[in-house]
């Protein structure tokens, strides 16, 4: 797996592009949201963002706050109860078995075949697997990527250049670090 991969497993690639419909460009550092344009562009969101499509009953300003809690919960997996829990109140999921290579396992589903219901399924169904946890947002630029290490304690988006999306902010962690440590020797010596 390239260090640079940062693709969600499966349909949670579906999630990690709702929740990075919201993000800061590299090229240009302003935050800048694309759900808007994409909702009112249905070949825009079949390409942008998921095969399921919006229903009538998906009103932007739900899927906005939709959005802001699952950026929450990546950011920071420990308040993950808090902040979903008001939205699987929200959202009826149903149960279903599926049966991959005749292990059967339960899954969720939305009742209404809403957008909402289609990313708080998938979320659901991750936090089953335990993928869920893995899904994170940078600590810099704040973009969402799944984390594909062994221990799964990477922080932030890519650590090389090389990711076509999402920036080397690990790497200017690291020099920025790097330079502090090396300013603060410069100082000490100079005393
Ligand atoms: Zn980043």
């Not at 079949?46 to 990546?74: F, G, K, M």
């Not at 396992?105 to 991750?126: C, D, E, F, W």
């Not at 869920?132 to 932030?156: I, M």
């Not at 650590?159 to 603060?184: N, Q």
Request: net charge neutral; aromatic share 8%; proline share 5%.
């Amino acid at each position: 797996m390239p260090a640079h991969n940062q693709t969600a497993p499966g349909e949670l690639e579906d999630v990690r592009r709702f929740v990075n419909s919201w993000s800061i460009p590299n090229q240009t550092r302003i935050e800048t949201d694309q759900l808007p344009q994409w909702a009112s562009d249905s070949q825009a969101w079949a390409r942008e963002l998921s095969r399921c499509p919006l229903h009538p009953e998906d009103q932007l300003d739900t899927l906005l706050e939709l959005r802001l809690a699952l950026r929450e919960s990546c950011a920071n997996h420990d308040h993950d109860s808090e902040a979903l829990n008001t939205w699987f109140d929200k959202v009826p999921l149903s149960a279903f078995i599926e049966s991959i290579e005749s292990v059967a396992r339960l899954r969720l589903k939305p009742l209404q075949s809403t957008y909402r219901g289609h990313i708080l399924a998938l979320v659901a169904n991750a936090i089953a697997s335990g993928e869920w946890s893995r899904l994170k947002t940078c600590g810099d630029c704040q973009w969402a990527f799944y984390d594909h290490t062994r221990n799964g304690n990477k922080r932030w988006c890519g650590m090389s250049k090389g990711g076509p999306d999402g920036r080397a902010c690990g790497t200017i962690a690291k020099v920025t670090a790097f330079r502090l440590r090396a300013a603060d020797k410069a100082r000490k010596a100079a005393e």
